[in-house]
Structure formats: structure tokens, C-alpha cells
């Protein structure tokens, strides 16, 4: 099995690279364009906001016309596939928290699937060149779009139960 | 090129099939077990949860440790792979809007990449056996699971602007 380095104190790691147990493929339909390189990039999508920089995706032309619908001030969802780091901290003890927590009570880039989304607001948009301003991203510069999708607040909230 | 059947007036085909061309792979972290079939399922989780069915989410055993710091009563995202659908239909004509639109538009689970995202809530956690009971869920029965995310309202609620 891959070497992924160092691992903090309560870590736990699966024993296995999820990488090597893909059972469907993604694409990628374009790439964030951001102000982000790795040792710059804020913490997270509220710090990303915070610091006022805009970002942009930049859709593969062939899938430009599946922005028909969409139009300036509606919000988005945009996932991205975060694929600089490993797949297989199954416990991890992040700096901002206590104690160590399992990967799915936490919003870490580490996971088995390392699927990020972003509720953001359309700033711009270039439909024919498939070009998508957004107020905020907290991804790399470069980092793959594997979706986008419109934000519905009568789902994408939970009701109060 | 895979023939996909039959399109609707106005629906526009990518002319390639996204899972031909896949950059990275997913896995499947365990299953959706649902009251839904082909055919009865609901059109949307706002009608699941009118439905009344609750459902449950069967993790493989090696990723039960990942839910360590979830609780009951929690919101959480459960991301699935809608593995029975076409990918290659960029503009599409649903029957419940005026016009034919782009699949960035529309949470249609015929996509590209066929992640779809439900927001719900924890009702019961057997953390040791991987088993997560949540309120509703639009997924057939076996569908599988590729992550799970807290709900933040924070950052999953654009701001107003």
C-alpha cells in the first residue's frame, strides 16, 4: 500500500487507498480559476469570502450549453474534486478541533471521496464560452469541476423537524 | 458511441459519454436502503419526506469509524451515485419545466458526474455497525453511497448579498 506520510495523535487510517477501490469514474467538465495555491489558501468557504477575491470556472467547452437556465445573482452549488491529498484518514484530529473525529462529522478535503461543494453566487457568466464568475471558492487554483448545480433552498435546507 | 434511447424535443446530447472519459474514481463507502423502486420512487426528497418513509444508510464496515462525532438529531449531507442513468444529455427537456434547459440548471439525475446530494437528518446512529437511520431520502433501494458530510449552515446557505 501507498506511504502517506505523518498522522497526527488519534488518527486513524482505513488500511486500504480508497483510490484503489474505485467502482465508477468521474470526469471532469472544467477547473476553478482561483487566487489559491497550496500554503495560501484560506481554511475554508467563510475565510475564502472574508478575504473579497472573486474566482471563475472555467467549464470544457463541450459542456458550455448545459449552462442554459442559469443567469447573474442565482446561487449555485459547484463540486469540485479535491485531488491533491489521501484518501485514507478514516479519523482525523483537525487543529480546530478537540479531539479526533470521523471524516464524515468533519468538512476535511481528506476523505474516501474527496468531493468538496460550494454554495456560491453567480457574479458573472459567459454561457457560450462556459466561463462562470462566483463571489468565493476556497480551492486551488486549477482544481478539477466535476458538477454544478442550482441551489434550491426548499431542499438544500432541512426543515425544521 | 453507446446508444442511449430515445430524447425529448429540444434535448441536445454531449456526443460523447462522460463515463468514457473518466479522470479520477469514486468508491462506494456503502448503500442507500429505501422504500424506492424504479418506478415508485418520489420525484424529489421534498416529496420523499411528504411520503413519510424514513431510510437508512448501510456503511461498509471499514468506514463505520469515519462517523465518530455524529450524533441523533444531527443534519447531514448524503452524497449517492445515481448509477441507472444516461450522462450525456447537456440540455434537457423535463416534463415539469416550460422549456428545455441545461443539465447545470436542473437537479435532474441524469449528469455527467451523477453525484446527487440530500440533505437530511440523523434519527437514530449505530456508529458500531455503520448504520445511519435519516428522516428521507428520493433514492432507489441499493443505491450507493459515496459520502457523508454535517450539514453547516454557515457555509451551506449563501449569504445574503
Known amino acids: 500500500m501507498t506511504s502517506f506520510g505523518e498522522m497526527r495523535e488519534g488518527e486513524i487510517a482505513l488500511g486500504f487507498d480508497p483510490a484503489e477501490r474505485a467502482r465508477a469514474g468521474v470526469t471532469f467538465i472544467g477547473r476553478i480559476r482561483s487566487e489559491w495555491q497550496p500554503g495560501t489558501a484560506p481554511r475554508n468557504l467563510t475565510q475564502a469570502r472574508a478575504d473579497g477575491h472573486g474566482a471563475r470556472i472555467e467549464l470544457d467547452p463541450a459542456y458550455a450549453p448545459g449552462l442554459a437556465g442559469l443567469e447573474e445573482g442565482r446561487a449555485i452549488w459547484v463540486l469540485y474534486w479535491m485531488d491533491r491529498g489521501r484518501r485514507d484518514l478514516i479519523v482525523q484530529a ?45 480551492a486551488f487554483d486549477g482544481t478539477p469541476v466535476i458538477d454544478i448545480k442550482p441551489w434550491m433552498g426548499g431542499i438544500d435546507v432541512p426543515p425544521e423537524r
Open 94 to 138: 483537525p487543529r480546530h478541533t478537540p479531539d479526533p473525529r470521523g471524516v464524515f462529522a468533519l468538512r476535511s478535503p481528506v476523505r474516501p471521496n474527496p468531493v468538496a461543494m460550494a454554495a456560491v453566487w453567480i457574479t458573472s457568466l459567459d454561457a457560450g464560452r462556459g466561463i462562470i464568475g462566483i463571489d468565493a471558492i476556497d
